[in-house]
């Protein structure tokens, strides 16, 4: 850290600033050359994705639907 020229709380605001509630969530982070944070984090901290989701709901054999019907509305109109 010394070395970057960064304080502990630097870094911990740079984490926090991409999301990351614990560094301990890290798998592993550089500093890039241009300064930018890069970090890989724990397949347990590792956001869920669609493709993951629906894998798990076709083996709890539930209805896949994350999807909206084409003709759903977003929003519903309100009258007086």
């Known amino acids: 850290m010394k070395i970057l020229r960064m304080t502990i709380d630097q870094l911990e605001l ?7 509630s614990r560094l301990s969530d890290i798998r592993t ?6 300064g930018r944070f890069g970090y890989e984090l ?3 901290a590792r956001p869920i994705t669609r493709g993951e989701l629906e894998d798990l709901l076709m083996q709890l054999k539930l209805p896949v639907s994350l999807s909206q019907p084409k003709d759903a509305e977003v929003f519903d109109t ?3």
Do not use: H
């Open 14 to 20: 740079r984490v926090r600033q991409k999301g990351i």
């Open 29 to 34: 982070a550089t500093v890039e050359v241009n």
């Open 42 to 44: 724990k397949e347990s």
């Open 78 to 80: 309100v009258r007086d």
